[in-house]
């Protein structure tokens, strides 16, 4: 898909004061051709994971962001924040916090509009505007809408306004404070709309100098509203103090009658180019939002004896923590990689697992799986019978166990490192609920056997199914479409990271496909040749001697 040249780094959805549902933001962003935009609702984060989903392999990047609420010596102050986490405990624990803080408030405003004679309960408020951060936008337009008042501005000027005898200021923390919990959440701290003050030069500087003490990034210099001078003001102001511009439109919808998302009025335009400075600041700060690293497991992250060596737990400890997506990837089902994960501690943010060599994508946030593919139970009884008439052990699988016909040495040898349930019956088929993610042929002999077999399940297979070695005694059997490129492909589209910026690390033939299609791909030096052929860096240690820290290296 081509990379489109405009993004809108500020936008609002129903879940505040805007009037389309993140959903809706996502259908129209494209119609509106943007390649990017950032769902920054004042003070929630409700609407990201909605938006994220429906942006799903469109191509178009949802950005996880946030709009604060803050006061400065009198005066409302907004500050964005830009790719925050935004499921990270602190963060939500914060935002419950000011939830709760929020609802009190909004229950004493319904108070004093019914002891003012508008009788407003807080559930009827609630009911009519299921899901949204509750402003006085929502209270002025149910005045409106109940006939209590004839327009918006009467409701204003009569109930809710800053001089009307209804309002209650909300509770804020300060420009300092936002920018203070942006960091901790990982994002980009950056003031918005800053002509909107109608500050003096003087007092505007003066609060820039204290919020880029305090850790700002950025200047909202390109906005709906600006003309060409005021732009320049803000832009001279940004390259006084070090500081990266972004631009937005501050879309909310019909809220903001004749604004429209990227366009604002329609002169407005922000280039990707001011996506990518911020994208390249978080990389040199360490930061990794829009970075990830697929593993294989046995040979490249783990040494012989299945270990992970503290120093490469730290560094992937290190690289999640800042934002990165760290991905195992591994011929092993899903039980067996869980169990290994979880003994090791590395179900953490953002972590996913391609199991079966490519054929189960799963979410290990969500606990649910994001893709599969399985093989057809009337080719499963062609390879098994073929295994069979060959002499050959061949095995497959139920979601959570493994089906043998035979308790053979070569199913003992499996079981070793993967351990799963065993079941053992001479008709697998029979007993089969689902179709199986993969068949798995093993030669304990080496890979003669396998290869003959191999070549007898060629014209068999057809177009549906193709076979690959996960290790020279094993011969992995899967549908063509399964494959840990192309699962790597998916994940990164479903992310919303460039392919470019992904680093894959293997050992063996069925790691090719995923070196082939990283930005990086990288081979252990104990490596097969025909997989440090297929890599762009070959690791100068082996896996037994921390060589899977040199991929940490490659980030920047």
């Not at 990389?283 to 829009?290: A, L, P, Q």
């Not at 593993?295 to 730290?314: A, H, N, R, V």
């Not at 994960?341 to 391609?354: C, N, R």
């Not at 649910?368 to 497959?396: G, N």
Request: glycine fraction near 8%.
């Amino acid at each position: 898909m081509k990379t489109l040249q405009t993004v809108d780094l500020h936008v609002h959805s129903n879940k505040s004061d805007g009037s389309f549902t993140p959903a809706e933001l996502v259908a129209h962003a494209i119609e509106k051709g943007l390649s990017a935009f950032a769902l920054s609702d004042h003070d929630t984060a409700d609407g990201i994971d909605e938006a994220k989903e429906a942006a799903k392999g469109t191509g178009l990047e949802v950005i996880p962001a946030i709009e604060f609420s803050t006061e400065y010596e009198g005066k409302d102050i907004h500050i964005l924040g830009l790719y925050i986490d935004h499921k990270g405990q602190a963060f939500q624990k914060y935002l419950q916090n000011f939830r709760d803080s929020r609802d009190l408030r909004n229950r004493k405003m319904c108070q004093k509009l019914t002891d003012h004679g508008v009788p407003v309960s807080y559930e009827a408020l609630t009911a009519r505007f299921p899901g949204s951060v509750l402003t006085r936008a929502h209270y002025a337009k149910f005045l409106l809408e109940e006939g209590y008042v004839k327009s918006m501005t009467e409701a204003f000027e009569r109930y809710v306004g800053d001089h009307a005898p209804c309002f209650l200021p909300r509770e804020k923390v300060t420009p300092a404070q936002a920018v203070k919990l942006i960091l901790e959440a990982g994002g980009l701290p950056v003031l918005a709309h800053p002509v909107l003050y109608h500050m003096s030069d003087a007092r505007l500087d003066k609060l820039v100098a204290e919020l880029k003490d305090a850790g700002l990034v950025g200047i909202e210099a390109i906005y709906s509203t600006y003309n060409a001078a005021e732009e320049r003001q803000m832009r001279r102001l940004a390259g006084k103090y070090g500081l990266l511009i972004t631009g937005g439109s501050d879309f909310h919808g019909t809220t903001k009658p004749g604004l429209d998302l990227g366009t604002g009025y329609g002169k407005l335009f922000i280039p990707y180019d001011i996506l990518s400075d911020l994208k390249t600041y978080l990389r040199e700060k360490g930061c990794y939002h829009d970075r990830i690293i697929f593993s294989d497991m046995d040979g490249t992250l783990l040494d012989d004896k299945k270990q992970l060596s503290p120093e490469i737990y730290d560094k992937i400890m290190d690289f999640t923590g800042k934002g990165g997506h760290f991905v195992l990837s591994s011929g092993r089902p899903l039980p067996s990689i869980l169990e290994t994960a979880e003994k090791l501690g590395l179900i953490l943010p953002g972590t996913y697992i391609i199991s079966f060599n490519g054929a189960l994508i799963y979410d290990c946030g969500q606990n649910k799986s994001l893709q599969e593919l399985r093989v057809p139970m009337d080719y499963v009884q062609k390879v098994l019978q073929l295994a069979e008439e060959m002499d050959l052990h061949a095995q497959t699988y139920t979601d959570d166990a493994i089906i043998s016909p035979k308790d053979d040495a070569e199913v003992d040898y499996y079981r070793q490192h993967i351990h799963l349930p065993l079941i053992v019956n001479e008709d697998p088929v029979s007993i089969m609920k689902k179709d199986p993610f993969k068949l798995l042929m093993i030669s304990l002999e080496g890979k003669e056997k396998l290869e003959a077999f191999r070549q007898a399940l060629s014209p068999l297979a057809g177009d549906l199914l193709h076979t690959f070695y996960s290790s020279p005694i094993y011969l992995e059997c899967c549908v063509k479409e399964a494959s840990k490129g192309n699962a790597m492909r998916f994940l990164c589209d479903h992310l919303h990271i460039p392919i470019e910026n992904s680093i894959a690390a293997g050992d063996e033939a069925n790691d090719i496909s995923m070196l082939e299609a990283a930005g990086t791909g990288v081979c252990m030096i104990n490596g097969n040749e025909n997989t440090k052929a297929a890599a762009d860096y070959i690791t100068k240690d082996d896996n037994n001697h921390n060589g899977f820290l040199e991929i940490f290296s490659l980030l920047h």
